[in-house]
């Protein structure tokens, strides 16, 4: 293992622990902006120190929150690694410190644990002036934010990702919401956050694999908009991923970029956004077709770019570099990458078919026309896939 705890007291890592964090590159602002709606997203170490004069900042507030209630959404582990940290920053800004403690893991990723929430929430007798703070990864600020955008007809939102994935993906753009039954995010809403707060020293607390996972969007958000920056990662891929790259904040804030100018276009997700789905048809397949608990998401994705490659090429749109480019950085980085013998193609076909972003009962497919180039909108037989997905199980 070459993650590191980090103590309540001391988020420096100790030598003796393994890891330390590369010297910082420069600490970086994104600005995402959607008129009324528009949000910073700030890249700053350290920064969960600075959470309550941020928010006092942000959501104009003046010197103090004079007792405005922050109900921060965490689950036991990060509370653990960075709970005082938080407390101690929103209670110095004025804010009365409500923690909310939640069970960690996608399976809570539900409406019951909504109505935990929205409980706890009507207990404490909280006013439209509260603000929900989430504290974690994805499956956290995407329950937060649905809890956000309904309590009360919406409260103030405030993402504090604490997961590569969530820091380079699910905190920025604002899509919030949960599973229902079998379906994931199926119920759920647009709600945008009043801001971002994106703290690399929390990388270090992260599993290796965890890591690796956000590392999978980073490098797809290289392949379907910036060619540049694809090398950029490729060129670093051992270092981003054990944290000892002094490009870490860079190739965050730089997905982070991507991601938001494509959210801006079309923040409800009714065209180009549809470009940030490249690898997942089949990637959301084999993490449904495998119980979700033997790939990461990541790691499917991974599965399923190398996946969209192959079917560009059968349809003649992907060359061949741009497929062996992906290949390549995915191996560097130990991503799996071809189709395990045990899941079949037909059965990818089908499930691909129910994905709730299918259109008429056929699944979309994001393409590479070239690195740094997707298109959408191809006509991909069933043939054509089949074809594709047994080339992937002999990679
Ligand atoms: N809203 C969106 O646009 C969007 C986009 C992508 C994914 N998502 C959602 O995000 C979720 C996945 O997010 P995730 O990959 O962050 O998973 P996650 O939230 O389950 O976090 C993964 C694990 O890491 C732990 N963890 C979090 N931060 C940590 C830290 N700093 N140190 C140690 N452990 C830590 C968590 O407790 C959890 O066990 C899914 O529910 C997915 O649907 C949403
Ligand atoms: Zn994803």
Do not use: W
């Amino acid at each position: 293992m070459d993650n590191v705890t980090p103590t309540k007291t001391n988020r420096t890592v100790s030598k003796k622990n393994g890891q330390k964090l590369a010297s910082a590159s420069k600490p970086e602002t994104v600005r995402v902006n959607l008129d009324k709606r528009s949000y910073n997203i700030y890249i700053v170490r350290n920064i969960l120190e600075r959470l309550g004069s941020i928010l006092l900042k942000d959501l104009r507030l003046g010197a103090s929150a004079d007792g405005r209630v922050a109900a921060v959404l965490i689950n036991p582990k990060i509370e653990n690694y960075y709970g005082k940290i938080v407390q101690k920053s929103l209670e110095e800004a004025g804010f009365q410190y409500l923690p909310i403690v939640l069970v960690a893991g996608e399976t809570y990723k539900t409406l019951q644990t909504v109505r935990r929430v929205y409980k706890m929430l009507y207990e404490q007798a909280v006013d439209r002036r509260t603000v929900i703070v989430a504290v974690g990864g994805g499956v956290i600020g995407d329950l937060a934010g649905y809890v956000a955008a309904t309590y009360q007809r919406g409260l103030d939102f405030i993402q504090v990702p604490t997961t590569l994935l969530a820091q380079v993906d699910s905190s920025v753009g604002g899509k919030v919401g949960v599973n229902f039954e079998q379906a994931k995010n199926l119920i759920g809403s647009f709600y945008q956050p009043r801001a971002v707060l994106v703290d690399p020293l929390t990388l270090t607390s992260l599993p290796f694999r965890e890591r690796r996972s956000g590392l999978a969007e980073i490098i797809k958000c290289g392949a379907i908009a910036d060619a540049d920056f694809f090398k950029f990662v490729s060129d670093d891929i051992t270092g981003l991923l054990r944290l000892t790259s002094s490009n870490l904040e860079t190739a965050i804030a730089k997905s982070i970029k991507i991601k938001a100018k494509v959210v801006e276009e079309d923040e409800r997700d009714n065209g180009i956004r549809a470009i940030l789905n490249f690898g997942h048809t089949v990637g959301h397949a084999v993490e449904a077709l495998t119980g979700y608990h033997v790939y990461r998401h990541g790691e499917a994705v991974a599965i399923g770019m190398v996946s969209a490659c192959l079917i560009g090429e059968e349809l003649g749109v992907t060359p061949p570099e741009t497929t062996g480019a992906i290949l390549n950085v995915l191996q560097h980085a130990g991503f799996p990458f071809h189709l395990d013998e045990r899941i079949y193609p037909n059965d990818v076909i089908r499930v691909s078919a129910l994905d709730k972003k299918s259109i008429g009962g056929s699944a979309r497919f994001v393409l590479l026309e070239r690195l740094g180039k997707a298109t959408v909108g191809h006509d991909v037989s069933n043939d054509i896939i089949k074809a594709a997905l047994l080339r992937q199980r002999k990679l």
